[in-house]
């Protein structure tokens, strides 16, 4: 298992600048992904943070949006950049075991951009 | 383009009934995962089902594999206060990756 730490926990931001979400896993993981949820619904997959490379973004996701660091095995960040209220949702990072495929979530970043 | 559907939407129950959550695709899968949600909080792992068919048991939550494995259930026995919250399924975007697509999700409230 895994226990993941996301900071900040939440955050009000004005339009236009840009907010790093750092996640720590206590455990070295193969793979790191981030996801966006608006509350009460579904998670949208954001990226895969590939240690040591760039990471690969889904479609409607670009790098120049959200860049993403993956230093070591164990943390990640996730960049909102040139926010707009259309960012405001909760950001979620994830480790997953690829022996077990079992999936550890954060708690999450609520962003509310005004 | 995967689609993963959850039925009900929303359910509100009072605490000691049954329910069941579906989620359904077109597209077979090798494996399917089954999450909860709880407000402020990530999704937490319940169960991954891999053989069509399968059925597997955590507590009064039961799972269940579609034979053709393009769909899932999740029954809850004499609902509990506890059990409220947002489940989610899951499944892996392709044979061979990590990457997992979620379900529209249900949201289940059990009132006291």
């Known amino acids: 298992s895994a226990v993941i730490s996301q900071k900040p926990s939440r955050d009000i931001c004005q339009r236009g600048t840009s907010l790093t979400i750092q996640c720590q896993v206590d455990s070295q993981v193969t793979m790191m992904f981030w996801y966006r949820q608006q509350p009460g619904q579904s998670l949208t997959l954001i990226a895969t943070a590939n240690q040591g490379s760039e990471a690969t973004y889904e479609s409607g996701f670009v790098i120049d949006k959200f860049p993403i660091s993956r230093p070591n095995l164990t943390f990640s960040t996730l960049t909102v950049s040139n926010m707009s209220p259309e960012d405001s949702s909760i950001y979620l990072c994830?480790?997953?075991?690829?022996?077990?495929?079992?999936?550890?979530f954060g708690p999450g970043t609520r962003l509310t951009v005004t | 383009t995967q689609l993963l559907e959850q039925s009900p939407q929303f359910l509100s129950i009072q605490e000691g009934e049954n329910l069941t959550v579906y989620c359904n695709s077109s597209?077979?899968?090798?494996?399917l995962q089954w999450y909860r949600q709880e407000p402020g909080e990530g999704p937490v792992l319940l169960v991954t089902?891999?053989?069509?068919?399968e059925v597997k048991k955590l507590k009064r939550l039961t799972f269940q594999f579609g034979d053709a494995r393009k769909d899932s259930s999740l029954h809850i026995t004499a609902a509990q206060p506890g059990d409220t919250g947002l489940y989610l399924c899951?499944?892996?975007?392709?044979?061979?990756?990590?990457?997992?697509?979620f379900g529209t999700g249900t949201r289940l409230k059990v009132l006291a």
């Open positions: 089902v891999v053989t069509g068919g």
């Open positions: 597209s077979v899968f090798s494996s």
């Open positions: 994830s480790a997953l075991f690829v022996e077990s495929y079992e999936q550890y």
């Open positions: 899951a499944v892996r975007t392709t044979s061979g990756t990590y990457k997992y697509i």
